[in-house]
């Protein structure tokens, strides 16, 4: 227009009605756009969801070694008063007499809990004072075995065999 003496210095369109074609193909580029854009907020999403599944697992596990520590913890001061008071009342009686003696009370009260319940079916266990013995002699040397391990600061089996 500047061959006739015109200047264009503003062209307000208000109305574009490209080919079909154009069209479609620009809807199509838009629309792949967009689920690129949700795609990847549904993954970033789903991955913030793991991540925290498993902090929260993580944290159970530790509250749970930490409970079960705090356990074991009051059995053995548990055992340790019982043992004190009833050397006091048993003259000569050694730790040994005491842990076998309540190695047989939960012997039996495992005994009387199984036979309580109703969803026992059949429970075959060898049932003398001498099993009872053997019970609780191999779990005291397996105790022995366990602390010489862990002066070791070994866990090979072999290690531990004299």
């Known amino acids: 227009m500047a061959t ?6 503003n062209v307000l369109v208000t109305d574009i009605v ?3 074609k154009v069209k479609s193909a620009m809807n199509d580029i838009n629309a792949a756009q967009r689920e690129q854009v949700a795609a990847n907020a549904r993954g970033e999403a789903e991955k913030i969801l793991v991540v925290k599944k ?3 697992e993580a944290e159970s596990k ?9 356990q074991r913890k009051a059995i053995i001061e548990g055992l340790q008063v019982s043992i004190e008071q009833f050397q006091k009342v048993v003259d000569g ?22 036979g309580e319940s109703d969803k026992t079916n059949t429970l075959f266990l060898s049932h003398s004072p001498g099993a009872v013995k053997e019970v609780s002699e191999q779990i005291l040397e397996s105790m022995v075995v366990a602390e010489r391990a862990k002066r070791m600061g070994r866990t090979a089996p072999s290690a531990l065999v004299d």
Request: aromatic share 10%.
């Open 62 to 70: 530790a509250l749970q070694g930490q409970g079960i520590a705090n």
């Open 4 to 9: 006739f003496g015109f200047e264009i210095v």
């Open 54 to 56: 498993a902090e929260a």
């Open 18 to 20: 490209p080919d079909a």
């Open 93 to 114: 009686a050694s730790s040994r007499d005491v842990m076998q003696l309540v190695m047989v009370t939960q012997y039996f009260d495992t005994l009387k809990s199984i």
